[in-house]
């Protein structure tokens, strides 16, 4: 009797919570913002990216298997070179572990979904329209040609055509799309864990993940930043890398590579989480050492910044400088070893079952740690005078590349293709496939060293006859096609009809991480109910924890209101804060990005009237999507979520996830801030004299000092205003609330105006010498965001009279003061680097 | 067999603000984070000086500012590495499973935070070397 009640309420909770979390059907398919959904679309689209890399690298390796071929010219040898390195490494190599993260993290935690759904839907759209748009260039006769790294002043003096502007544009609008996942990852790191998942029971991946988030953020606005300056010499023509106006092309390099050099670890250490989930499953043992690991990921992290000009000894650096750098790729070797170290010594405790998955692991250790060993070759500076610009490199970083991330990912896609579909992909064609990887890969890159030894230059459409360049050559482009054969066995067996095939039973591979508790067929919810996790495996070690999943025992069993919720948990603990109601499918997040996409893509054509409506269009589009979807004032202050216990619905401040995602975006817009400042000092250090009193016979004027100082003191009363109006709102004054922000935003603008008007007044031309154009984008960037400080009071004000923000209800304005906080600082920066150092210096 | 899942009821911890520092997220970042700044600032020294001070001077100024930021760097690195050390001693052995008891949260922490500051202390001497071993810009 009793029991028969238990199972009825037990359905209908599971009904509704269904319902809440349902797909969308037909068209509306597409409207989906679930991980799930969001998450695959991703990795698909990566993959497809993958493809067309891999498919340009053959066309390469054909034109290369003989000496002296002409079957491509070398402009289109450059272009597609050019494009594949981007492609591999700004569409395919970033991208897919955002993805995979995006599909994985939250069921590794117990969490519904990620905090922000339709920012992940929102990246995928412009990562898809950006990268059909980088790639299609190629078809046009129109790819960048640059190599992918672009250096100036290759790329801004001597290439016609738009190719150039497609790479600058089209790579920046998808570096953002890799910003938002980074936000949404750290804030899925750190808040959205199931309650008693403390910081030292995360799964690796999750340390892993978090690491390489808050990698992207500090790594990826310096790129940023050096593509807003070379775009702006190329549009408007201030000359940053223009020697003959005080450029200095070594700011790109300098830029790039600050971005760069992380970047290879930002792609090695997720496919390293992977193995790090695959290897406990396979050794049936839980992972030793796990302290040891995350050090290791902390550790490479950090030290990974470090090491950006190892790849420009040959530009001639000091020699200290030259010393600093190699001594921390040398030290970067130690947490890499180590984690190694972890995960054999891990296979070695256990008892080891055999599969394709852990042989691509194996695979991918190996090859890893050969590139590894190439690597610290070319790190000594002596040597790499020698191998520098030569295949030797080319070598060396597929051996990483391919080693550290492409196996792993392979064996992630053996690992969870049962997660995803329900089924599995054939042990047989895997065994073929792994092979013919395998030799393929060592047959193509393993000569090149070998040419590369011999003097064969990289990027070279042709080679001639003789040298003895013929043999390693055709080899390489054997295996290139042995390799590439490898794949085609793997996509057909990814894709290839499996009806028949019966589904796996749940959890497969008997693993002991959480991902693994969902039933097969999977439910779009998630996880049934969100359990307390007292263990690092708790699928091994916690009984009886898949029934009281799977019967609703734990939290959020039910969704009582038909909404989208969960849980907010605290960093360190993971102590419950907070029942956090996530939003639902929308076409929202699609529009913002295909207008965002029209407002870079319409500018690579200098199409400004198009650009100019796409922006509008596009800001209309983010704030309604921000005034739906976002701080939503509940219709009851606290809820029930299950287990006797009650959480607010509605938090502010640093409790809230928003303010979260709002410190953390800040972090990364500081940075690239600061890379601009960086790049005006670095013009400072290789001038004589900066700013110069005279160039070329004419005068040349700065923005002076009195108006930035006016500009700067403005912006600090608009700051104060702000936080007035926080203080006002909170206790309920709403004229002081309304005055004060009225005040602010007459400030914020009044400043902009200051500290354009003067460079404006004193004839200030950003065109003439490398100093004001520094200058000049220092000011453009502050006056931007003094502006869009002031659209965000608007928008509180706007939220206080719609009655969408009050007292209690204030996370807006919580958000928007923090920005402040950041725009401030930007300013105060600002007034002192163009008004007061050329005082100083 | 009863079929109700097996669950301890969690310890109510201590709210952050009453956590010792050695208990808190970003402990563990602190010698990491010194390790960076030092970085950052001997290679930007001795790039203005290599830049401004021309190859023919005296590098004593050089290295008298490096030494200044290695000595207000190092100790505090070593002191973050014995608190630590100090905090997770206080549990049993942490190999091989290291810390996977819920209660062993805070002796995790300490000892990540040790092994970091051994890496950064680690990586600050590499840094210092190379200016003992390398006297001269070019
Ligand atoms: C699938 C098999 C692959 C083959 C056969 C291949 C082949 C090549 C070749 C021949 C070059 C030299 C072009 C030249 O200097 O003339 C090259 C460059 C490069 N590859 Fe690959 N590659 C493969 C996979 C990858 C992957 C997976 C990545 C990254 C995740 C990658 C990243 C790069 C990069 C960054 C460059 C440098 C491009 C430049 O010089 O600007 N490649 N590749
Ligand atoms: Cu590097």
């Known amino acids: ?841 | 067999m009863s079929t109700e899942p097996d669950i301890h009821p969690i310890a109510k911890h201590d709210s952050a603000a009453e956590r010792p520092l050695s208990q808190q997220l970003w402990w563990i970042v602190v010698s990491p984070s010194l390790w960076a700044v030092h970085f950052m600032v001997c290679y930007l020294t001795a790039a203005i000086w290599c830049e401004k001070a021309g190859v023919q001077a005296d590098p004593f100024a050089l290295h008298f500012a490096i030494t200044v930021y290695t000595v207000v760097v190092l100790p505090v690195m070593a002191w973050v590495a014995w608190s630590s050390h100090r905090e997770f001693r206080r549990s049993e052995p942490p190999v091989p499973y290291d810390f996977d008891d819920p209660a062993d949260r805070t002796h995790f922490l300490g000892f990540t935070a040790f092994l970091l500051s051994l890496l950064s202390l680690v990586a600050t001497l590499f840094t210092v070397l190379v200016f003992v071993f390398v006297r001269s810009c070019h």
Not at chain 1, 99 to 123: H, K, N, Q, T, V
Request: glycine letters at 10%; proline letters at 6%; a neutral charge.
């Open chain 1, 1 to 841: 009797m009793n029991d028969a009640r238990e199972s009825d309420l037990e359905r209908s909770q599971a009904r509704r919570l269904l319902k809440a979390w349902e797909t969308p059907r037909g068209w509306r398919y597409w409207s989906a913002v679930n991980n799930s959904e969001v998450g695959l679309w991703y990795t698909l689209t990566a993959f497809a990216f993958f493809l067309f890399g891999g498919v340009l690298a053959l066309v390469m390796r054909i034109q290369l298997a003989v000496p002296e071929n002409d079957w491509l010219t070398h402009d289109q040898y450059n272009q597609i070179f050019t494009m594949h390195g981007s492609v591999m490494m700004f569409l395919f190599a970033v991208p897919i572990l955002e993805a995979i993260s995006i599909m994985l993290l939250p069921e590794m935690l117990g969490a519904r979904d990620l905090p922000f759904p339709r920012l992940s839907a929102y990246g995928y759209w412009c990562f898809l329209i950006g990268g059909v748009f980088v790639c299609g260039s190629l078809f046009f006769d129109a790819a960048p040609r640059g190599g992918w790294f672009m250096y100036p002043p290759m790329t801004t003096q001597y290439q016609d055509g738009i190719g150039v502007d497609v790479w600058l544009l089209g790579l920046s609008f998808i570096e953002i799309a890799s910003i938002a996942a980074a936000v949404e990852l750290i804030v899925g790191v750190l808040k959205c864990r199931p309650p008693g998942m403390r910081l030292n029971l995360i799964p690796l991946y999750a340390w892993y993940i978090l690491v390489v988030a808050v990698m992207i953020l500090f790594a990826f606005p310096p790129l940023i930043a050096g593509d807003v300056l070379m775009e702006l010499e190329r549009a408007m023509d201030w000359p940053f890398f223009d020697v003959s106006r005080g450029g200095d092309p070594m700011l790109w390099q300098h830029l790039f590579w600050i971005f760069g050099h992380p970047e290879v670890y930002i792609v090695f250490l997720p496919s390293i989480a992977l193995v790090a989930m695959m290897v406990p499953t396979f050794a049936r043992t839980p992972m030793a050492g796990y302290g040891w690991i995350v050090l290791a990921a902390v550790g490479t992290g950090f030290l990974s910044f470090g090491l950006w000009v190892h790849h420009m000894f040959t530009t001639g650096i000091p020699g200290i400088s030259i010393g600093i750098f190699s001594a921390a790729s040398e030290a970067v070797a130690i947490p890499t070893g180590v984690q190694i170290f972890c995960f054999i010594a891990t296979l070695l405790i256990g008892r080891v079952k055999r599969a394709v998955c852990l042989q691509f692991v194996l695979a991918g250790l190996a090859t890893f740690i050969i590139g590894g060993l190439t690597g610290v070759m070319v790190a000594i500076a002596p040597f790499d005078y020698q191998a520098h610009d030569t295949y030797f490199i080319v070598g060396h970083l597929h051996y990483v590349l391919v080693g550290g991330t492409i196996f792993p990912i392979v064996a992630g896609f053996y690992y969870y293709y049962p997660f995803v579909t329900g089924k599995r992909l054939s042990e047989r064609l895997g065994n073929l496939a792994f092979w013919l990887m395998l030799i393929g890969f060592n047959v193509a890159f393993f000569p090149m060293h070998l040419s590369g030894l011999i003097g064969m230059p990289r990027r070279v459409a042709t080679y001639p006859s003789g040298m003895g360049l013929e043999i390693p050559n055709i080899i390489s482009s054997i295996g290139a096609f042995v390799l590439g054969l490898g794949f085609v066995v793997l996509l057909w067996d990814v894709f290839r009809p499996k009806s028949k095939q019966p589904l796996v039973r749940r959890n497969v591979w008997d693993a002991g991480t959480l991902e693994w508790s969902g039933e097969v067929p999977d439910q779009p919810w998630g996880i049934r109910s969100i359990p307390i996790i007292q263990s690092r495996y708790p699928l091994w070690e916690q009984k009886n924890l898949l029934e009281g999943i799977d019967r609703g025992k734990f939290y959020l069993p039910d969704a009582e209101e038909g909404r989208r919720e969960t849980l907010v948990t605290s960093a360190v603990d993971a102590e419950l804060v907070h029942c956090l109601r996530v939003p639902g499918p929308s076409f929202l997040p699609f529009w913002a990005a295909v207008f965002t996409g029209g407002v870079f893509i319409f500018s690579t054509y200098h199409w400004w009237t198009a650009a100019g409506v796409c922006a509008v269009m596009s800001f209309c589009t983010i704030v309604t999507w921000l005034w739906t979807g976002t701080a939503e004032i509940p219709e009851k202050p606290t809820k029930s979520v299950g287990m006797g216990q009650s959480l607010p619905l509605y938090v502010s401040g640093p409790s809230a996830v928003g303010w979260w995602a709002m410190f953390i975006t800040m972090l990364g817009d500081m940075t690239a801030f600061m890379s601009l400042v960086f790049g005006y000092f670095f013009y400072w250090t290789v001038h004589e004299e900066f700013p110069p009193a005279e160039w070329d016979g004419a005068e040349v004027y700065g923005p002076g000092t009195l108006w930035p100082m006016v500009g700067v003191a403005l912006g600090i009363m608009a700051w104060c205003a702000v936080i007035l109006a926080r203080k006002s709102n909170r206790s309920d004054r709403s004229i002081a609330f309304y005055g004060a922000a009225i005040i602010g935003i007459v400030c914020s603008l009044l400043s902009a105006l200051a500290l354009f008007y003067g460079p404006y007044q004193n004839g200030m031309d950003p065109t003439q010498h490398v100093y004001t154009s520094s200058t000049a984008v220092l000011l453009l960037w502050t006056i931007l965001h003094l502006v869009l400080g002031g659209v965000m009071l608007a928008y509180c004000i706007a939220r206080r009279i719609a009655g969408r923000m009050d007292r209690q209800h204030d996370a807006d304005l919580a958000n928007v003061t923090l920005a402040w906080h950041f725009i401030a600082l930007t300013t105060v920066i600002t007034g002192a680097t163009v008004a007061l150092f050329p005082w100083v210096a």
